[in-house]
């Protein structure tokens, strides 16, 4: 066994031993009460879930483990001469919960490239659908067709013990993590630069790796997809991506069915697809003024018209959060230092100075701040990377660290198939009658 896992086997069996502890004598103890509004308007504010890897607070954003995004930056390995850091260490402190040493960092980008190998059936299974089919359909029909590569299924059908789910769970983990960028670069490549493929480059650490295959070999992007896997990755439990691949997985479905379920939560407008939408919204915008840089009024008058047409400013808003997502800030430092008169970073810039204000109006967004797709795609478009279709499978390459990682936790310690309640209106009804 590598030592990952074992120490991930360690780490596992004391946190499981904590948590029967914890049920044996607080059980019963209440940490939250629903509303009827709750039920109705999704949950929100529901503490109804376990995630160990990362804790969203709504002023301060996301923790991983404890530490913040700026804090990440800071502390996790980075690569020689780089200033981002390495989202293989990222992965270490989801799933070990401390922070990884450079030589951690580096068995893992030696794993997943040595794991790196995807069989040709699950190219042929994206190549039989049409050119136009969504890059996160393709991406999906990608990793359907890698189910066949579960070692979980594999040992489920052959009746294996309950106390061996974690092992597989994790083997499976570590296959599909690393396997995914080369089916994304697939995709890229075949719907976009005319199938011309480019083998990976086992040499490179993930991030870089997966640029290389997209056919960005420029340090500056290779820098700037390190930062993107690493903010992207995780985002607490409830989200739309990391509550269902957590929900599929409590059927014991493998992380090829649980991940690939996520995946197509991740690819609704709402949630992952939004940074197309933004970069859409920012292109239209600049095309209806006739093109260069608009000014503020002008900004101000095209999301009002976005907002008198019934719909929503992308980019701007959360479930959660009520102040500017620091996966945001960090976007907005990397621009700083390497893109400062890049014309759509500025007016992503000019956005931000204009849409909150707009928003606070309308009295019943409660979160007028920018969130992470409000920046990427400007960052993208610099590099030439123009195909904004494609950016949500990015950002699923990256949430693959965090839901994954949980998913190993969530088999490590047991936790059931999940099954909340449901009830009709007329119950509701009847409840509120006192019946
Ligand atoms: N533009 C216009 N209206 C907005 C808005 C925005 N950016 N954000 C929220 N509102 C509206 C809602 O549509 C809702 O209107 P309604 O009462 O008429 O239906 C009202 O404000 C209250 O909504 P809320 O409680 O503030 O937000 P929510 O928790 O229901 O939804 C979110 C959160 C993210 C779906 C919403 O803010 C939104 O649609 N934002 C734009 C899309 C986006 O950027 N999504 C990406 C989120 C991050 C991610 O998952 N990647």
Redesign the pocket.
């Known amino acids: 066994m590598g030592y990952i896992k074992e120490k991930f086997k360690v780490k596992a069996e004391e946190l499981g031993l904590e948590v029967k502890e914890l049920i044996k004598n607080h059980g019963s103890r209440k940490i939250d009460e629903v509303t009827i509004g709750q039920v109705y308007q999704?949950m929100?504010g529901i503490t109804g879930l376990v995630s160990e890897t990362s804790l969203l607070d709504a002023n301060e954003g996301i923790r991983f483990r404890g530490y913040s995004i700026p804090e990440l930056r800071e502390h996790l390995p980075k690569t020689q001469g780089g200033a981002e850091p390495l989202p293989e260490g990222l992965f270490y402190l989801m799933l070990i919960g401390e922070l990884p040493t450079e030589a951690d960092v580096q068995y893992l980008s030696g794993m997943w490239a040595r794991r790196s190998h995807v069989p040709n059936y699950v190219f042929d299974a994206i190549e039989a659908l049409p050119i136009s089919t969504h890059p996160m359909t393709m991406f999906n029909v990608g990793i359907m067709a890698l189910q066949t590569e579960s070692v979980f299924a594999k040992a489920y059908a052959e009746g294996m013990s309950k106390k061996d789910y974690w092992s597989y769970m994790y083997e499976d983990t570590m296959n599909l993590i690393a396997r995914l960028p080369h089916i994304a670069a697939y995709v890229y490549r075949r719907k976009y630069k005319g199938g011309h493929h480019i083998q990976p480059n086992g040499m490179l650490d993930w991030a870089a790796n997966f640029a290389h295959m997209l056919g960005y070999d420029d340090d500056g992007f290779k820098e700037l997809m390190r930062l993107y896997m690493t903010i992207h990755a995780d985002h607490e439990g409830g989200?739309v991506s990391a509550h269902t691949t957590h929900l599929v997985g409590s059927a014991l479905s493998d992380a090829y069915l649980a991940f690939a379920a996520g995946m197509n939560g991740l690819a609704g407008p709402?949630?992952?697809l939004?940074n197309q939408e933004v970069i859409k919204w920012i292109l239209n915008m600049r095309e209806e003024l006739g093109g260069g840089i608009p000014t503020k009024a002008q900004i101000e008058q095209y999301v009002r018209k976005t907002?008198s047409e019934g719909k929503?400013?992308?980019?701007?808003?959360?479930?959660v959060l009520r102040k500017t997502d620091p996966r945001f800030t960090a976007q907005m430092e990397f621009a700083k230092k390497h893109l400062q008169n890049d014309e759509l970073v500025r007016i992503v810039w000019m956005v931000y100075d204009t849409v909150p204000g707009i928003?606070q109006e309308l009295g019943?967004?409660?979160?007028p701040w920018p969130?992470?797709?409000a920046h990427s795609g400007a960052l993208l478009v610099h590099y030439g990377f123009v195909e904004y279709e494609f950016y949500t499978v990015l950002f699923g390459v990256s949430r693959a660290l965090g839901v994954l990682a949980s998913l190993c936790w969530d088999r490590a310690l047991a936790l059931p198939i999940e099954r909340p309640k449901s009830v009709t209106t007329e119950w509701m009804k009847l409840f509120v009658e006192g019946k």
Request: charged share 15%; no cysteine; aromatic share 4%.
């Open positions: 999704g929100r989200n709402l949630h992952g939004a907002l929503v400013v992308p980019g701007y808003g959360h479930a928003l019943k967004v409660k979160n969130n992470v797709d």
